[in-house]
C-alpha cells in the first residue's frame, strides 16, 4: 500500500531564516505531488504541484520555492520566511489526475 | 472558471440528528467529485468520491453523497451523528479532462452533547 511522509510536524523559526519541509512518497512511482498551505480558518490553497522529476508548476508567486529531486521526493523551501509564511502545509499525492489526493499529516509552521 | 462553494462556514448538530452538508461546483462537465474530512492539526482524509454511475455514493464513517446534475451538487450525508465526526469538511472537484484539484472553503460541523 502507499503511504506518505512529512515532516517535521510542527516547526517555529525566526523571521528571515531558511525553511526545508520534506515529503516522501512510499509504495507507488511517478506519482503527482502537490503542495499546499491552509491559513487559519481558511481554505486549502495549492502552492506547487509536480508531476514528474524536476516539473515543478508555481500556482502563487511567493517567498517559496519547490523541488523534486527524486521520484518520490517533493520540498518546500525559502531562503528567508516572512511573518506571513506561518501556517498549516500539507503534501499530498494522486496518481493520476483522474484519483484522489491523498494528504500527509501537515506540518504546522510558525514564523516569529 | 471552475469553483466549489460550500454555503455553511460552520454548521452545529446534536449527537444523533441527521447531517447534510453542502456542496455546490461550477463546470462546463460532471467533473470527479470528493469529499475529505479533516481533524484538527491533521491532514485530510477522503470520505468517498464520484466519478460515474450511481449518483449516491457511499463513503466511510458512515457517509454518503448524492450527485446531482441538474443542482450542480454534490451534498453530504449521514444519517445519525457521533461527537468523533466533529471536523472540518472540504467538498473538491477535479476536471475529468485533467487538472487541479479545486476546493471549496470547508464546513466545520460542531457536533453537541
Known amino acids: 500500500s502507499q503511504t506518505i511522509h512529512q515532516w517535521p510536524a510542527t516547526l517555529v523559526q525566526p523571521v528571515g531564516s531558511p525553511l526545508s519541509l520534506e515529503c516522501t512518497v512510499e509504495?507507488?512511482?511517478?506519482?503527482?505531488l502537490y503542495w499546499y498551505r491552509q491559513a487559519a480558518g481558511r481554505g486549502l490553497q495549492l502552492l506547487f504541484y509536480?508531476?514528474?522529476?524536476?516539473?515543478i508548476s508555481s500556482e502563487v508567486p511567493q517567498n517559496l520555492s519547490a523541488s523534486r529531486p527524486q521520484d518520490r521526493q517533493f520540498i518546500l523551501s525559502s531562503k528567508k520566511l516572512l511573518l506571513s509564511d506561518s501556517g498549516f502545509y500539507l503534501c499530498?499525492?494522486?496518481?493520476?489526475?483522474?484519483?484522489?489526493?491523498?494528504f500527509g499529516n501537515g506540518t504546522r509552521l510558525t514564523v516569529t | 472558471a471552475q469553483s466549489v462553494t460550500q454555503p455553511d462556514i460552520h454548521i452545529t448538530v446534536s449527537e444523533g440528528a441527521s447531517l447534510e452538508l453542502r456542496c455546490n461546483y461550477s463546470y462546463g462537465a460532471t467533473p470527479y467529485l470528493f469529499w475529505y474530512v479533516q481533524s484538527p492539526g491533521q491532514g485530510l482524509q477522503l470520505l468517498l468520491k464520484?466519478?460515474?454511475?450511481?449518483?449516491l455514493v457511499q463513503g466511510i464513517k458512515g457517509f454518503e453523497a448524492e450527485f446531482k446534475r441538474s443542482q450542480s451538487s454534490f451534498n453530504l450525508r449521514k444519517p445519525s451523528v457521533h461527537w468523533s465526526d466533529a471536523a472540518e469538511y472540504f467538498c473538491a472537484v477535479a476536471p475529468t479532462q485533467g487538472g487541479k484539484l479545486i476546493f471549496g472553503q470547508g464546513t466545520e460541523l460542531s457536533v453537541k452533547p
Open positions: 509536480s508531476v514528474g522529476i524536476g516539473q
Open positions: 509504495g507507488t512511482s511517478n506519482p503527482n
Open positions: 499530498a499525492w494522486r496518481r493520476d489526475y483522474g484519483s484522489p489526493l491523498h
Open positions: 464520484y466519478f460515474s454511475g450511481d449518483t
